[in-house]
C-alpha cells in the first residue's frame, strides 16, 4: 500500500549559488555527515560535487512531500539522509521528527519502505520518493 509519493525537480546551478553564497553553513544545515562525507568521496569535479548534493536536497524535498509535512512540523532537512543499500539502491534514512511522521503513518502491523530515485541531468537534478507499507519479512 502507498502511503505517500513526493517529487522535486531543481536548477543545479541554484545550488552551486547557495554553496558560494554560505558554504560550510549550508552544507551542515541542510545534509547529513555520511552525506557530506559520501559527496567529497565521489567528486571529481567541482560541477559533479554541486550536482551530488542537488540530487540529494532534491531527494530530502520529495521525501518531505510523500510524508505529508514539506519541511515544517517537526520534520526538518538532517531528519533525511540519502543513503545507500548493500547493492547500491538508494534510499532515504530517517530520524527525529521526520521518523516519528513515518511511524505516524504507518498501519499498526506493517512495516514502511522507502524508494527513492534520483538522476541528474545539467542543469538540472530530480528526485522521487515513494512510500509504502507492507507485511514485515518473516525472520
Known sequence: MIIGIGSDLIDIRRVAQVIERHG?????????????????????NEK???????K???????CSKALGTGIRLGVWWRDM????LPG????MRLTGGALARLEKLT?????????LSITDDWP???????ISAAAAAPS
Open 24 to 44: 560550510d553553513r549550508f552544507l551542515e544545515r541542510i545534509f547529513t555527515a555520511e552525506e557530506r562525507a559520501k559527496a567529497a568521496r565521489r567528486a571529481k
Open 48 to 54: 559533479m560535487l554541486v550536482a551530488t548534493y542537488a
Open 56 to 62: 540529494r536536497f532534491a531527494a530530502k524535498e520529495a
Open 81 to 84: 539522509g540519502v543513503v545507500n
Open 88 to 91: 547500491g539502491r538508494p534510499t
Open 107 to 115: 498501519p499498526p502491523g506493517l512495516q514502511a519502505r522507502i524508494d
Open 124 to 130: 538540472l537534478a530530480q528526485a522521487f520518493v515513494v
